[in-house]
């Protein structure tokens, strides 16, 4: 029972679950999707695979006692559609499928948090150590850390989160 619970509150988190003061990035990176997280996060850059790593839930810690929290936009948001695209390769309901069954079969204690605007994830993120999130790149918050991807920013040429 307590199983079928799970996955009846993943399924309606993946369907869709403020504070200001963005610090913008360069004109180039309007349409890019920064990956942010805590100052304290012992990451700067990232390898694409080992994102990918993270939002499968294959990779589930930064560091031995630092949990990762995903932090994913509510559907409908540009930065969720970036994400489910171009890094999970996933449709909406693969994406659903896809966590319900890994919480089913044990292999991660949950899916991720859905959020719902940019002030959110910047509010998740600053309260919960190891949080992860996607925002739009001219909007990202000021006191969280931006990641490299393949040692590229938003607004580089070849960054991937498009």
Known sequence: MRMLWKCTMLLAMACGGGLAGTAPLPAGGETDIAVVVRPDVPVENLTFAELRRLLLGDRQFWSSNLRVTLLIRAPGAREREVVLKTIY??????????????????EAAAGPRIVYSNEMAEELANAIPGALAFVAAGQVPKGLKVLKINGLLPGDKGYPLR
Not at 89 to 106: D, G, T
């Open 89 to 106: 390769q996933m449709s909406e309901a693969q994406f659903r499928q896809y966590w319900i069954a890994k919480v089913f079969r044990a």
